[in-house]
């Protein structure tokens, strides 16, 4: 875990770097009907190296943020989810 946040018991849904969560939208079924349902974010746990402190980061991220990741850099991304409120 990354030392700028405390470790949770039940983790939410939310992407650590984006903060991207669910969403609520309708089932509409051929006749119309419509239900309430849930879009959750497409959600993963992975390990990052962080090359600046010689150690591994697990993060809850989205498959968009591990792209931004991939461009950008891990350092530089996790600097600005922090700005942005997203990291404690």
């Not at 993963?44 to 190296?49: M, V």
Request: hydrophobic content about 35%.
């Amino acid at each position: 875990m990354h030392p700028d946040f405390k470790s949770i018991e039940k983790m939410a849904r939310v992407c650590e770097i984006t903060g991207k969560k669910a969403m609520v939208g309708n089932n509409v079924s051929h006749a119309m009907n419509k239900t309430k349902r849930k879009f959750n974010a497409n959600l993963t746990t992975k390990r990052f190296y962080i090359p600046e402190e010689n150690r591994w980061v697990t993060l809850k991220v989205s498959t968009s943020a591990i792209k931004t990741i991939n461009k950008k850099g891990i350092s530089a991304v996790l600097k600005e989810a922090k700005q942005k409120g997203y990291l404690k």
